[in-house]
């Protein structure tokens, strides 16, 4: 076998391999223990830090798996102008009926869930987002503290898999040279 074919067929396996990984992908889990349970029921208070972002969005997608451990909160992820419209004021302070706080069902809420043991799935998209938590009902939660499980998946992106068969295609040409 001469050399061009060796490497030629070297890069032909790399990009099947690249792809077999990258359709897999893998997982990285944690757990946020000890967050205070929100204590004004109808509305939502988020962290002050924005949830990490995927800088790699374009060849890398992740999703994010959240489940808490308790039925009577909900979770939701909002982008930054939505936390912002959230925590403002509303127009007439004691205006009773005009609300700016954010609960699961608003429409621009990107992800919310209000069952613990379900959680939420959001596929996470570029830019700065946040993370709340508020009650369910109106009023206050059982007890005063939440444990949240997490698990991110990430997987090669169609760019990604572009490139995979860019590699593989030169490869094969480059196995053809005389």
């Not at 792809?19 to 205070?36: K, R």
């Not at 609300?99 to 869930?113: E, F, K, M, N, R």
């Amino acid at each position: 076998m001469r050399k061009q074919e060796k490497v030629g067929y070297g890069l032909v396996a790399l990009s099947l391999v690249l792809v077999v990984a990258g359709s897999v992908g893998f997982t990285t889990t944690g757990e946020i223990n000890d967050l205070p349970t929100p204590n004004a029921p109808g509305k939502t208070f988020f962290g002050d830090e924005p949830i990490p972002e995927n800088g790699f969005s374009t060849f890398i997608t992740a999703e994010l798996t959240l489940t808490w451990d308790r039925n009577d909160i909900y979770v939701v992820i909002v982008d930054e102008d939505e936390k912002s419209r959230c925590e403002s004021p509303p127009p007439g302070l004691f205006n009773e009926g005009t609300t700016t706080a954010c609960t699961p069902y608003d429409a621009d809420v990107l992800a919310a869930g209000n069952n613990g043991d379900e959680g939420l799935v959001w596929d996470v998209q570029p830019g700065v987002h946040y993370a709340g938590i508020g009650s369910v009902e109106d009023r206050l939660p059982a007890g005063t503290q939440v444990n949240m499980v997490y698990a991110v998946h990430l997987q090669a992106g169609f760019v990604s898999y572009f490139l995979f068969a860019l590699v593989g295609i030169g490869g094969l040409a480059y196995s053809r040279v005389e």
